[in-house]
């Protein structure tokens, strides 16, 4: 026996202590609050990498879990699936289908449904850089504060933006550079409409560029189609719908897009 197993060759010969098994059991009860208080207290990159952690171990659980259920469903037969009376050899082994298991296929198509209906017309697009983004603005007495950037390309804000004090505003959009409107083509009806836009849904270059409503080229916005008179299936009529950018605003001085049907 190797010499550090002096524990488990302890527990061999003299066996366990009479509470072991109810420490055990409430330890593993207390190690969910204790990593909890750990979650809630750190912070910095000891937080990023439990984080991580802890996310591998729930995906790995719910992946158990859903095997778990579908060995369960595939397992189980439904009472009136079986017909009565005699049934040919080839249909003995055949189990009845399961509403579980017809629950999942459907959710799965729907799944397969969704991620066709946002297949977006551009997939690719050259980034955008900050150098190309940015200009750099020199405020201070001496010239030397560099900290404020200037938005160079086109840019959407909400009807309701109000510019922050010059003390704290870090990223300037001018006036001259704010689009409202696009020109969003409908790809079945081949009409070109101009509606307002509501927000901007992804920027693909960055997220810092989302945040500040870049519009370049590829980008998701979403339009107000209120006016078109689109209902869904169940009749409801629908306010907003997404729309991709197909041109380069900052070249073109307008933007253009395509409904994402």
Request: hydrophobic share 35%.
């Amino acid at each position: 026996m190797p010499q550090n197993e002096y524990v488990e060759r302890h527990q061999k010969i003299h066996g366990y202590r009479y509470d072991h098994f109810e420490k055990k059991r409430k330890k593993l009860a207390r190690a969910v609050h204790e990593q909890s208080k750990f979650s809630q207290k750190s912070f910095g990159i000891r937080a990023k990498l439990h984080n991580r952690k802890r996310r591998v171990e729930k995906i790995e659980m719910k992946k158990a879990i859903n095997r778990l259920q579908e060995r369960e469903a595939k397992g189980k037969k439904m009472p009136e699936a079986v017909p009565e009376g005699a049934i040919p050899a080839y249909l003995m082994d055949r189990e009845g289908q399961s509403r579980s298991k017809v629950l999942s296929n459907m959710m799965k198509q729907k799944k397969k449904e969704r991620t066709g209906k946002w297949h977006v017309p551009i997939q690719k697009v050259k980034p955008i850089t900050q150098q190309e983004m940015f200009q750099i603005i020199r405020t201070g007495k001496r010239k030397k504060k560099q900290w404020k950037r200037m938005v160079t390309q086109p840019c959407f804000v909400g009807p309701g933006f109000v510019r922050k004090p010059p003390k704290y505003e870090r990223f300037i959009r001018p006036a001259a550079l704010r689009f409202k409107k696009a020109h969003v083509t409908h790809p079945e009806l081949k009409t070109t409409f101009c509606l307002d836009i509501i927000k901007v849904v992804k920027n693909p270059s960055s997220q810092l560029f989302t945040t500040l409503g870049v519009l370049s080229k590829g980008s998701i916005i979403e339009v107000n189609v209120a006016d078109l008179g689109l209902v869904t299936q169940s009749g409801k009529v629908v306010w907003g719908k997404y729309a991709q950018i197909m041109n380069n605003p900052d070249r073109d001085g307008c933007v253009n897009a395509l409904l994402l049907v």
